[in-house]
């Protein structure tokens, strides 16, 4: 008898995270001996730090091997909670609620707040997952959409076109994966002067970011406090204490949106990993020295990037103040040749470097802008100089 193997329909909404995909291709293609250097993830390639890393030995010794509750350990969530006060928020435990990782935190929240046919406005480019997980929903996307020319970074003005008393929630990042654009205080004021004409609109507001910005200071939507009572900031710990394998992240948000999420959560996951978690405490609690060391290193790789592609003036790119990614607008090689390879789009040109450079970056199509590609420079110094002369030289083959 053959078996039916018909998948739900919620399965078939979804696409595979093209981060992923390239991620996957990279690791398949080295499983054969060549020479790749993989640029398509935005992990760091630092270790977490040794402060940290002990916390969670300590916190195995100390017995902390059983079910954690579902929201997080008390103590983690106060010092989550202690650093939005810090910054003006009027926030309590009650307003934090911890996850295995900023995704599963967004995850939560669109699942709990999303019902069919809820408008979900994004600006684009967007992180690859923010559509999929509203689409998984049942919600509607809607996107306004941003180029190299205006900084990735949408308007007031924009905004406040797309926006109507039909839209429940916006979800924006800054700094941006995958731009690295950060949004500037005034720019965010902008924002919250259009974000009150709809009242019933959900902010989204993700800082995963937050550490690893250029600026000198992260702005972020919460100093108005008249928003506070719809805002929801998703942060975690993966990105600024280099700590993508512990899978811890989190929301700050209104009461009823956490027991919201909660009751999701409690159904799904129940708590994150309870050894993580303490080390997530130490953390946010801990001496953020490591954190200065690794935002300089990331600084310095941006602008060795930006300086070694320049090189090659058909690469449109923007200078971006966080996070560490470089979104180039590819679009002056649409249509070019090397007599093999004909580049039509952003995916024609990554698999062309793939094959010819041995590069792996992602196509901009996943992020809502099919003229650009996405590289990562989260790679060592080594491992930068390599592929920019790579990339160079197989870009000038294309006439």
């Not at 053959?2 to 981060?19: F, G, Q």
């Not at 295995?100 to 019902?115: F, P, Q, R, V, Y």
């Amino acid at each position: 008898m053959e078996v039916d193997k018909r998948l739900a329909s919620r399965v078939n909404r979804l696409t595979e995270s093209k981060t992923l995909k390239m991620a996957r291709l990279s690791r398949e293609l080295k499983d054969k001996g060549v020479d790749i250097i993989s640029l398509s993830l935005g992990e760091p390639d630092f270790d977490t730090p040794q402060f940290i890393q002990e916390a969670a030995i300590d916190a195995m010794k100390q017995g902390f091997t059983h079910y954690p509750p579902v929201a997080g350990y008390p103590d983690l969530r106060e010092a989550i909670a202690k650093r939005y006060r810090e910054v003006g928020m009027q926030v309590s435990a009650a307003n934090t609620l911890v996850s295995t990782g900023a995704k599963h935190s967004l995850a939560n929240l669109i699942m709990s707040l999303i019902d069919f046919d809820d408008e979900v406005l994004i600006p684009a480019p967007f992180w690859v997952t923010y559509p999929e997980q509203v689409a998984l929903a049942g919600g509607i996307v809607k996107t306004v959409n941003a180029g190299v020319a205006q900084d990735y970074k949408v308007s007031a003005q924009q905004l406040d076109e797309a926006l109507s008393e039909k839209t429940r929630m916006i979800i924006f990042s800054s700094p941006s994966n995958p731009t690295g654009s950060v949004y500037t205080e005034a720019e965010l004021s902008e924002m919250a002067d259009v974000f009150r004409k709809y009242p019933n609109l959900i902010i989204v507001s993700d800082e995963i970011y937050e550490l690893i910005n250029f600026t000198g200071k992260h702005h972020s939507i919460s100093v108005h406090k008249d928003l506070h009572e719809r805002l929801v900031i998703i942060n975690g710990v993966s990105k600024g204490y280099a700590m993508t394998g512990w899978r811890i992240g989190y929301m700050v948000a209104p009461e009823w949106i956490i027991k919201a999420c909660e009751k999701m959560q409690g159904q799904f996951t129940s708590g994150a990993n309870s050894i993580a978690m303490k080390a997530a405490k130490a953390a946010l609690e801990g001496s953020d020295e490591s954190v200065k060391l690794m935002l300089a290193e990331f600084k310095k790789r941006r602008d060795f990037l930006l300086d070694a592609l320049a090189a090659e003036p058909r690469l449109k790119m923007n200078k971006p103040e966080g996070a560490f990614y470089l979104f180039i607008d590819v679009s002056d090689f649409f249509g070019l040749s090397d007599g093999e390879t004909t580049i039509h789009t952003g995916e024609d040109l990554i698999m062309f470097l793939l094959d010819k450079a041995h590069v792996s970056m992602v196509e901009g199509d996943a992020f809502g802008a099919a003229e650009c590609i996405r590289i990562s420079y989260a790679a060592s110094m080594e491992q930068l100089t390599e592929a920019a002369n790579r990339i160079l030289q197989a870009l000038q083959k294309l006439k």
